[in-house]
């Protein structure tokens, strides 16, 4: 048998913005073709900020379609089960993950940081989430790196007997750490955002699971240096997508 590689343990999620085509004035050529005809072309001359007050009309009317003329690809890191989460997201997004069929999956866990609240109390759907005991941070994350290297020491010993990725990746659990590219525009991340995570200026709460919340920081503060006055309108409007 060969020596069993030493797991990796992170808190963390990382998020690159990849490639975009994606800024205000995309949205005010598309919204004034309605009007203009190809004269609106002219628009990705101007500057957009002239045309604030039509971003935040578009916006407060729930006119979306325009801002499905942008692009933006991500490269995430996190946990499995934060992408399984992801992928209840289907309308405007699309998704290419790394492979357990074809590459061997390397020994990177996901461990939460102790200041990951981690009792919930209530009943579904009117519950909140506390601050666990210092005992029961000890003792989560002590069970989930037993956990994880005898998972992994499993998944090594069945690749060593021959056995194929696609069955021996069974054993590993959804603490695992993959990658994905992830590509959506400007109206589906909005829609992401408003149900992902939690934020002053919503107008209806949302309660997502903090480490999906935590790649949706991530992407909205790239999102809103690319298109800082959709974003001032998003916010402004309660976060809810157009």
Known sequence: MPTPTEPVFRSDVTVHLVKCSASDADVLFAARV??????SLAELKEDPE?????INYLMRER?????????????????????REFMRH?????????????RELKPVFYLP?????LVQQGRPGRYEFVEGTPEQHYLTRTAMRASYRQAYEAYQALLTDGVAREVARSVLPVGLYSSMYA???ARSLMHFLGLRTQHPAAATPSYPQREIEMVGEK???EWARL???TYEAFNANGRIAP
Request: charged share 20%; with cysteine; glycine share 8%.
């Open 183 to 185: 590509s959506c525009n």
């Open 50 to 54: 002239r045309s604030k007050g039509l």
């Open 113 to 117: 940081d102790f200041d990951r609240k």
């Open 34 to 39: 309605s009007t203009a005809g190809e004269q």
């Open 227 to 229: 298109m800082p006055l």
């Open 219 to 221: 992407m909205e503060a």
């Open 90 to 102: 289907r309308a405007g997004w699309s998704y290419n993950e790394e492979s357990g069929r074809y």
């Open 63 to 83: 006119h979306g379609s325009p801002w499905e003329h942008t692009s933006m690809t991500f490269l995430i890191s996190a946990p499995i089960f934060v992408f």
